[in-house]
């Protein structure tokens, strides 16, 4: 067991983090009330691969590993505290996989260039009005084959990058029902474009936080698909859906992670310099062993999210761990990072005082920014504990069916 870091690995978390803290960090407050990550950065992003980077290079991606995405996501998360931009980052990195992999030839030559150089989006539309997490039981858009070609109805909400497809064009991966009565197995993905289409309806949500990407949702009337835009298998939808969620919430350990150190850092810096009765704030056990304890949970949370990333590069380019393997080990990561996190800028502006409590600090966009992970993106906690639980019990336990 080897926990040091590749050469390759060393320079590519200099390389990002250089790029973050001298273009990206510096803006984070300017994106939090324009509510829109400037253009510059999108295509400086782009530039350095930094955008859908797991997408073969053949599509202009970076053809990342799963590590190595979760490094870029780390160093994003340590610089956006916001997590804007690490949202944009982790959405187009998990789903443009999967786009990739299974996605048809004529769809991806249209569809991923654009992507990964800035000029779309890619994102993922599953939750719907009558719930998100019981997927086979609220699902009701559908698709129906028309010829060679699928009309879908129906709608979808609390979705990343609405605003970022209608004005940039790309495509939100979309589960639909292709065979009512078969369960978790009649769905299937398509490809779905919102810009300049007639049939879709769109609107918007105000969210708490991550204000620099747009959430909202689209309704399709009988919208058009070629039979191109139809990805993977018939049928199949479902199960690409759930890779595609652990890709994501491997991503979001990460991100978590890069949020938490900067807004320790920042806690650390000051209970370090501010007194209190003649005495640093750093002297008193009060505050050092919550510092501890935040150090010591993030730390394990890290491990644990670079252990989910491994498992993936197994099964993704050995053929090693099956899914079963990368579902457990990323759930654990999502468990535990969002929380932890959220945790530790509570207290971090404890250490603030009153300077916690207002914006000269970025700690307020981090605590707003970070809630969204445990509320609900890519699966409650809740979920993610069914999944640990059905990962090692077995399907058999569930208290549904």
């Not at 250490?351 to 890519?378: D, N």
């Amino acid at each position: 067991m080897d926990f040091s870091w590749a050469d390759e690995q060393i320079l590519w978390r200099k390389t990002v983090r250089e790029f973050a803290q001298k273009n990206i960090k510096p803006k984070i407050r300017d994106i939090d009330t324009d509510k829109k990550i400037p253009e510059t950065i999108i295509k400086e992003m782009g530039k350095l691969g930094l955008l859908a980077p797991t997408v073969s290079k053949e599509y202009g991606g970076a053809d990342l590993d799963w590590i190595m995405a979760c490094i870029a996501a780390e160093e994003l998360g340590r610089a956006d505290i916001s997590l804007a931009i690490p949202v944009l980052y982790l959405v187009e990195a998990a789903w443009g996989f999967i786009f990739n992999r299974y996605g048809s030839a004529n769809a991806k030559e249209e569809y991923l260039p654009k992507i990964t150089s800035g000029n779309a989006f890619c994102g993922i539309a599953v939750t719907e009005p009558k719930g998100g997490s019981d997927i086979v039981g609220a699902t009701k858009t559908n698709a129906v084959q028309k010829g060679k070609n699928w009309v879908l109805n129906g709608e979808k909400i609390f979705i990343s990058g609405i605003t970022e497809s209608m004005n940039w064009g790309g495509i939100h991966l979309t589960l639909a029902r292709t065979q009512p009565s078969a369960g978790h197995k009649g769905f299937s993905l398509f490809a779905v474009p919102l810009k300049n289409n007639e049939n879709i309806e769109t609107t918007l949500f105000e969210d708490m936080g991550r204000m620099g990407i747009s959430t909202g949702g689209f309704t399709m009337n009988n919208i058009e698909l070629t039979g191109e835009h139809l990805i993977g298998d018939l049928n199949r939808g479902f199960y690409y859906a759930m890779e595609g969620f652990s890709a994501a919430r491997t991503l979001i350990g990460a991100t978590c992670v890069g949020a938490a150190e900067a807004a320790l850092k920042l806690g650390i810096e000051h209970i370090k310099t501010r007194k209190a009765f003649g005495w640093s704030l750093g002297s008193f056990e009060g505050i050092q062993f919550p510092l501890a304890e935040h150090y010591t949970n993030i730390e394990s949370v890290k491990l644990l999210n670079y252990r989910a990333a491994w498992t993936m590069d197994k099964m993704y380019r050995e053929n090693k761990f099956s899914h079963h393997d990368v579902a457990i080990a990323a759930a654990m990561s999502k468990l535990r990072a969002p929380v932890y996190a959220f945790q530790l800028m509570n207290e971090v502006a404890d250490w603030l005082g009153a300077l916690g409590y207002t914006k000269e600090y970025p700690l307020e966009m981090g605590v707003r920014g970070i809630r969204s992970y445990s509320i609900g993106a890519e699966g409650t906690m809740n979920i993610m504990k069914i999944i640990i639980a059905r990962e090692i019990l077995g399907k058999e336990f569930l208290p549904y069916k």
